[in-house]
């Protein structure tokens, strides 16, 4: 339904302005997007930026949280640079990366690491802050393993810290990506096709990489995201 409800609404954008395509053009030329072989190479570049640098964002968000909540002075400490990430705009952390590397593709990953893992370092260090101190103990009374500690104890109060961190995260990823690649002047991916389809006024061919974008996030959100949380969660 909320897709068919967006049918009409472009089709009345489409006639009321002129930088709207109409749909039904944009639906023509779709199967051969979708059929020319540069169309997924640009995608798979995009998302194996994307997928590396939320890796390393997650990963180095953990770190963080661990480290936070185990020692008051080192979580003091990188208190400042997660605050310092979280405020850092994502076009100027975009602009910095890419300066710092020349364009290279490590600045592409880094950026998306650097703008989502004070996302990933929050939402977990004050889901192991509400952790059940009780529990806990009792656990290393009976000498669970760290195994055992991690899957009984810590994961069911961490879990839903984390998916609300990772939603986050992976919206922040996609914007930053974009960004990225417009402002580090990219040959491939996503941003760098859009901004030559914007250059020259290719509305058809703008339409188009948006919808696939727009059709890859929402897949990733409802298709891996919220299957692994249902699956998680299942206990409940």
Do not use: C
């Amino acid at each position: 339904m909320a897709l068919l409800l967006l049918l009409p609404l472009w089709m009345i954008a489409h006639q009321n302005t002129t930088f709207i395509e109409s749909p039904v053009v944009v639906a023509r030329e779709l199967p051969h997007f979708l059929a020319d072989p540069e169309t997924w190479s640009n995608i798979g570049i995009t998302l194996g930026r994307v997928a590396g640098g939320l890796i390393l964002g997650v990963v180095a968000g953990f770190v963080a949280a661990f480290v936070m909540t185990r020692s008051r002075f080192l979580g003091e400490v990188l208190g400042y640079y997660v605050t310092a990430a979280l405020r850092t705009p994502s076009a100027i952390a975009a602009i910095l990366a890419l300066a710092i590397f020349k364009g290279a593709e490590a600045g592409y990953v880094l950026v998306v690491a650097f703008i989502t893992f004070p996302y990933m370092a929050v939402g977990l260090r004050d889901g192991l802050a509400s952790a059940d101190n009780d529990l806990d103990e009792m656990s290393r009374v009976y000498h669970l393993s760290l195994f055992a500690q991690i899957r009984h104890v810590w994961a069911p109060f961490v879990a839903p810290f984390i998916f609300a961190a990772l939603r986050n995260a992976h919206a922040l990823a996609w914007k930053v990506i974009v960004v990225a690649e417009i402002f580090g002047a990219a040959k491939s991916g996503f941003g760098a096709k859009f901004e030559h389809a914007w250059s020259y006024m290719l509305m058809t061919e703008v339409h188009l990489w948006l919808l696939v974008f727009m059709a890859i996030v929402l897949f990733a959100e409802y298709g891996l995201i919220r299957t692994a949380e249902k699956f998680v969660f299942r206990w409940r």
